[in-house]
């Protein structure tokens, strides 16, 4: 599995990353004109309206835009601009999970009706559910989301339960721990676990273990809260043949698989605390890049990949309408790259532009 954006609401991501064909580079740094004319050529090509991005080389950090934070403006895209990063979100609340873990709260072994009574089936386990190995239908598949039936929806709260009904009413797609199929459904599950142990909603917990320490004072959980606060870019698709604006939504409909807004800095400083070992203990932190042969790219909510050129990164990539996200992360924490792009009217593949990032970044 090549590192990419995986989609949190989309059926595809709106910015499909690959790093076939990376080679093989041999840089002391990065360079800053190299990054920049790979952006351009992302917003260039169509494949976003607006492209900011942040990246990390030892003692080398700097922030890098381009395209427009509006249609039809010349307003540049802000760089400490805030995004939904979709799918992201599951590293955090794995982190969580992972943390309960540590205090001897869950067992990632035990089936997760031992903690939640007849939820699902009870051979599943909490490392099933954090590794996309539990055979849970992905909800999002059970959703109207092609751009003109999502828009009669975008608004719509909907609830964790009525999320899981969606993929409890179908069969599992295989049986747990045999097969690796990445499904959204596992994040409302482990959402819902976090509440359950904790005792309080899931966000609260989120936001008192990492934001709060952490001081990510950008990053929220905005539950059924429709806008983005501060600066940001805007994101547009196409609704019968029109341009619409999709910046607003209810973000319900993702929660614990995909609901978070932040910034590059932010989700910077998060994989730094999670890279060097602050969130997690010892043990727990060997747990949240461990692969396996049955889930040989994804640990914990963690993907985990080693490049054409040898290096090996982890992180998540997020989508959700409007928004795609990349965070990326060498294990010890030395490069670092985040990245978010907003979607146009138009649609193409940026997948050359975003190698020559990855290449430039990490090889």
Known sequence: MGIRLVATVTATSLLALTTAGIASADTSSVDRKVVQQALDQITQSGAALGVQARVTDGR???TASSGTAELNTTKPVPENGRFRVGS???TFVSTVTLQLAGEGKVDLDAPVVRYLPGLIDGRITVRQVLQHTSGLFNYTNALPLNPDEFEQIRYKHWSPQELLALSTSKPLDFEPGTQWNYSNTNYVVAGLLVEKITGKPYEKAVEQRILKPLHLNDTEL??????????????YYTVKGKTTEITRMNPSIAWAAGEMISTTRDLDT??????????????????????TAVSPGYGLGLQVETLPCGTKVWGHGGGIPGYSSQLLTTPDSKKRFELNATSGPTESDPGEAFNKLLTEVFC
Do not use: C
């Not at 905005?222 to 994101?235: E, F, L, T, W």
């Not at 730094?272 to 969130?279: D, E, M, P, Q, V």
């Open 60 to 62: 080398q950090r700097f």
């Open 88 to 90: 992201i979100t599951k």
């Open 222 to 235: 905005p539950g059924d809260k429709v806008g983005i606060s501060g600066p940001h870019s805007r994101a």
């Open 270 to 291: 998060f994989v730094t605390a999670l890279s060097s070992g602050k969130l997690l203990k010892s043990a727990q932190q060997q747990e949240i890049s461990k692969t």
